[in-house]
Structure formats: C-alpha cells, structure tokens
C-alpha cells in the first residue's frame, strides 16, 4: 500500500512537471534513448544547450520523456536537464547584448556630441540675439529721447508760432494807433497853421481900424 501511494505520488510530480521546457546542461552530450534506461537504443545525441519539452518522468524520477524542437520523443538522464540554460547558451546570448549595448552606447555618444554641437549653435545664437537685443534697446533708448526732444521742439514752434501771431497783431494795433496819431498831428498842424493864417488876416484888417488917425493941420487956422 505504501509503495503504491509513493508510485503515485512520483506520478502526480511527474504530471506536475510534464510539458515544461529544460535545457541540456554543460555536458559534452547526452544520450537520447527510446525508453528510461540506457538498456533502450539510441534515438540521438544531445548537446548542451539543447532546448527539450519534459513531457514526464519516470517512477524513479531518474529518467525524463522528452520531445525535441523537431519532434523527435525519447527519454534522457534527469540529472542532466536544468531549468535555465546554460553558459554554452547564455554567452552568446550576453556577447550579442553586450554588442547591442556597445552600439547603443556608441549612438547615444554620437547624439550626445550632436546635442553638444547643436548647443553650442544654441548658445552662439543666444548670445548674437542678445546683443541684437541690447542695440535694438539702445536704439529704441535713442528713439524715444529723440521723439521727446522732437514733441519738445514741436510744442516751443507752436508756442513760437502763437508768441508771432500775438506779437504780430500787437504791431498791427501799434501801426494803426501811430496812424491815427500821425493823422491828428497832421489835422492839428493843418488847424493851427489855418488859424494862424486866420488871426493875421484878422489882424492886418481889424488893426489899422483900431489905430486912431492923426488930425490934419489946416493952412486956414
């Protein structure tokens, strides 16, 4: 009874463990036979690396049923499947990632100079387009004092201008007030030299009338 329990407890682990994948260790090779023995013929050789599908194995757990890539079914020693594949695997896998890193590495290394280069564009232009900035500022500076001292200039024109006509209008009422003197001065003139001209006629008229005349002597007194 319990030799039949512990047949069938390597069988529920055979079950358990049956179509998982296992590699052929490091070993030169091994011997793939018909049955679980080295008794049965040989179907093959096996050499490391080799990638199987456990099928099962045996009541013993010494021997495992596998099935090859191609389809080829046999059993082989246990002791010699693993569950990672080996180094004579693994190495050549590594060696091409190790390549693979090696040219990403050499690529980021070319786009690391390119972004180098590409900021030291950056930086030239940067700086170009900071003086550009800084003249057009300058000039910009200069600009609004000239249009300050411009609308400066243009208010003292205007007040100028105003300053003119006021001073123009003045001059005009000036002329037109010494005309108007000119004109009385003349009238004045005029007047006085006509009554001048009036009181000698009057005098010379009136005078000798006033003046008393002498009596004249008579021969006959």
Same mark, same amino acid.
């Given at each position: 009874m319990i030799r039949f329990l512990f047949i069938l407890l390597l $069988? #529920?682990?055979?079950?358990a463990q049956a179509q998982e994948s296992r590699y052929i260790s490091d070993e030169v090779f091994i011997v793939l036979h018909a049955g679980p023995g080295s008794n049965y013929r040989w179907l093959g050789k096996l050499?490391?690396?080799t990638q199987l599908v456990e099928k099962r194995r045996s009541t013993d757990g010494n021997w495992a049923?596998?099935?090859t890539s191609r389809g080829t079914e046999g059993w082989v020693q246990?002791?010699?499947?693993?569950t990672e594949p080996p180094a004579q695997v693994r190495l050549p896998a590594v060696v091409r990632q190790l390549e693979e890193a090696q040219q990403e590495? $050499? #690529?980021l290394r070319s786009n690391l100079a390119e972004l180098r280069a590409n900021q030291s564009d950056v930086s030239a232009q940067l700086a170009e387009s900071n003086a550009k900035l800084q003249q057009v500022s300058e000039e910009l500076a200069?600009?609004?004092?000239?249009?300050?001292?411009?609308?400066?200039t243009a208010e003292n024109n205007r007040r100028l201008v105003e300053d003119s006509a006021t001073l123009r209008t003045t001059l005009d009422t000036l002329q037109a007030d010494?005309?108007?003197?000119?004109d009385r001065v003349s009238s004045s003139a005029f007047m006085d030299g006509a009554l001048a001209v009036l009181l000698g006629v009057?005098?010379?008229?009136?005078?000798?009338?006033l003046w008393p005349k002498r009596k004249s002597s008579s021969s006959w007194a």
């Open positions: $069988a #529920a682990g055979s079950a050499i490391p690396g049923e596998v099935a246990a002791e010699y499947l693993s590495s $050499a #690529a200069q600009l609004r004092q000239i249009s300050g001292s411009a609308v400066e010494n005309q108007r003197l000119q009057i005098i010379t008229l009136v005078v000798p009338r």
